[in-house]
């Protein structure tokens, strides 16, 4: 392992030490690559990048500012031409070949991303993904550097870890990352504004690499903000106004113990699919895709506290499988 990322890999732990109350300042960098569908094993490639997005975000901020751009992948897999159209048409439908968007400048494409997340005199930054996209976006990442003909030094982790540490830093617990998976697992932003790259915007898709960055940060923003007293904006959460501006003085403190505690909106929020959402930051954040409505008043306070604060889950989620 070259010693410029064994480096990069020890100060990884440094950079999140940070003191609770100057985590929520920290600036962090989401990142998601798309691929042409996955290729099966019999395939010496096993991805097709074709989409790339990554979002600058703090919590005490928001989304401050976003990288974009398609990838030409180049020649398909020799016999997979189907299978990255199959792959293409089950998600985001960016065109396997003759798209004119596409950029097959890949050493532009990486210097770019580098512009965007390392400032020249910085050393390299960490950037995060969902833990279900690691081994795709990691795979892309690298395949992009060496079509580049630079070295990858981006240390990509899990945000799902990240949003623990913010839980853990500010309430001494923590969530299991099961239940960070599902708070992520939203579909209430598909179609927002300002979400989605302007091609995916004209043509009314949802599936985008750069909407899913914007969205783990709106999802971030949604279930902490009470927890670090953050003003919500529109920087924040789409559609939110300058007049609607959210602050946690508006909730109110449920004590489980001494140091145990959530975070409740005195009434809870109903998304358009009918999903309760508690609070900014309460359990009712998490608005997953699939799972039925619950009612405050049937949640119990007991069991762990950090718990509590992302909500118990009705029946019939944790039956179906």
């Known amino acids: ?12 732990p440094e950079r999140l030490q940070k003191k609770c109350e100057d985590l929520h300042k920290c600036v962090i960098y989401i990142l998601n690559i798309f691929s042409h569908g996955e290729m099966p094993s019999v395939c010496e490639q096993r991805y097709v990048p074709c989409e790339i997005g990554c979002v600058r975000y703090s919590l005490q901020d928001g989304v401050m500012d976003s990288y ?15 299978h990255c159209q199959a792959g293409s048409a089950a998600t985001h439908q960016i065109p396997v070949s003759g798209f004119e968007l596409a950029n097959r400048d890949y050493h ?29 976006v990691k795979w892309c990442l690298q395949w992009l ?5 630079m070295e990858n030094l981006f240390e990509l982790q899990d945000i799902e870890s990240l949003i623990i540490k913010f839980y853990r830093d500010k309430l001494n617990e923590e969530p ?27 043509n009314d898709m949802w599936y985008c690499a750069l909407a899913s960055c914007k969205k783990v940060t709106y999802c971030i923003s949604r279930a902490l903000a009470s927890v670090y007293d953050v003003v919500l904006t529109s920087a924040h959460l789409p559609n939110l106004k300058a007049n609607d501006n959210q602050r946690s003085e508006n909730t109110k403190t449920v004590v489980l113990d001494a140091k145990r505690y ?36 049937k949640v119990q306070a007991r069991g762990r506290g950090i718990l509590r604060l992302l909500e118990e889950m009705p029946p019939s989620f944790s039956s179906s499988g």
């Open 68 to 82: 974009h751009d398609f990838i030409d992948p180049g020649d398909l897999p020799l016999g997979f031409r189907y």
């Open 1 to 12: 392992m070259p010693s410029i990322q064994i480096a990069a890999e020890k100060r990884a």
């Open 262 to 297: 959530q975070k409740k909106m005195d009434r809870p929020y109903v998304t358009e699919n009918g999903n309760y959402l508690g609070g900014v930051g309460g359990a009712g954040s998490l608005g997953m895709s699939g799972v039925s409505a619950f009612h405050p008043s």
């Open 176 to 202: 299991s990352k099961s239940s960070v998976h599902r708070l992520l697992d939203v579909v209430q932003w598909d179609y927002a504004p300002n979400t989605r790259c302007k091609w995916h915007e004209d």
């Open 108 to 136: 532009n494409i990486f210097n770019s991303l580098y512009d965007f997340v390392c400032p020249a005199t910085n050393p390299p930054t960490t950037v995060y993904c969902k833990n279900n996209d690691l081994y795709r």
């Open 145 to 149: 550097s060496i079509k580049a003909g």
